[in-house]
């Protein structure tokens, strides 16, 4: 089970920390998606358990970072110099099985997710 917050209203060139505790089971992926308002659901960032594979889409290299804290089993997605377009609601998720770091940007490969939680940035 997986539960996401940290959301909120932010203004543009803010940051904000999303974080996604995770319960019931380990997994070897972590991600988080994102769904603009009248959009589809997109790719934002995902990494490896371990860390040695990290991915981020084009649009957010340099302003977010994937993170976890394996004691709290936790992960968290940084999120700087925000931006309008950034608004939308956040999904985590996590996979059970390891795959290939091509893989980790495509939604089809995420096991469990969690509520989401909404990013609205004013400008």
């Known amino acids: 089970q997986l539960q996401a917050f940290g959301g909120g209203l932010v203004q543009a060139g803010g940051s904000v920390r999303l974080s996604c505790a995770a319960s019931?089971?380990?997994?070897?992926?972590y991600g988080w998606f994102r769904r603009a308002p009248g959009k589809e659901r997109e790719f934002v960032a995902a990494r490896t358990w371990g860390g040695d594979s990290t991915r981020y889409a084009d649009s957010v290299k340099g302003r977010f970072t994937i993170s976890r804290d394996r004691a709290k089993n936790t992960m968290t997605l940084q999120i700087n110099s925000l931006k309008p377009e950034d608004t939308a609601v956040y999904y985590c998720a996590t996979r059970v099985n390891r795959i290939i770091s091509m893989y980790l940007s495509s939604d089809a490969y995420y096991d469990y997710w969690g509520q989401g939680t909404l990013v609205t940035v004013s400008s």
């Open positions: 019931g089971r380990t997994f070897n992926i």
